[in-house]
């Protein structure tokens, strides 16, 4: 199994940036599809972005196609989201993941315990 511990998120205003990251420990972090999900207070979990094992495909749900990015480097273990042009919408707890399949509807079997972005107009 593959942990994962989730940093970054803070409080920011309309149209800035951040990165989150998620740290992976445990079995080989490259061997699983990675992903960002987001949950708004009141709102269901949803899917951010999803990025191969290997990190040649990635996927963005619409709310944040052209703004966000998601990478990874599997040398050091790690994943980010870099968020740019952030609106009060983004405001959530993210959370990364990771599974043995790729894409928005694989299942996710392992989750860190996220970390709150708020975004301020």
């Known amino acids: 199994q593959v942990r994962l511990v989730e940093s970054g998120g803070g409080s920011v205003q309309a149209g800035d940036s951040l990165t989150l990251a998620c740290a992976a420990s445990?079995?080989?972090?490259?061997?699983?599809?990675m992903a960002w999900f987001r949950q708004a207070p009141g709102k269901e979990r949803e899917i951010v972005a999803v990025i191969s094992a290997i990190g040649v495909r990635t996927a963005y749900a619409e709310p944040v196609k052209g703004r966000f990015t998601i990478s990874r480097d599997n040398f050091q273990r790690t994943m980010s989201l870099e968020m740019t042009g952030l609106k009060p919408e983004d405001t959530a707890i993210y959370y990364c993941?990771?599974?043995?399949?790729?894409?928005?509807?694989?299942?996710?079997?392992?989750w860190g315990q996220g970390t709150q972005v708020t975004v301020s107009s």
């Open positions: 993941a990771a599974s043995s399949n790729y894409g928005f509807w694989a299942r996710y079997d392992y």
């Open positions: 445990g079995d080989a972090f490259s061997d699983y599809h």
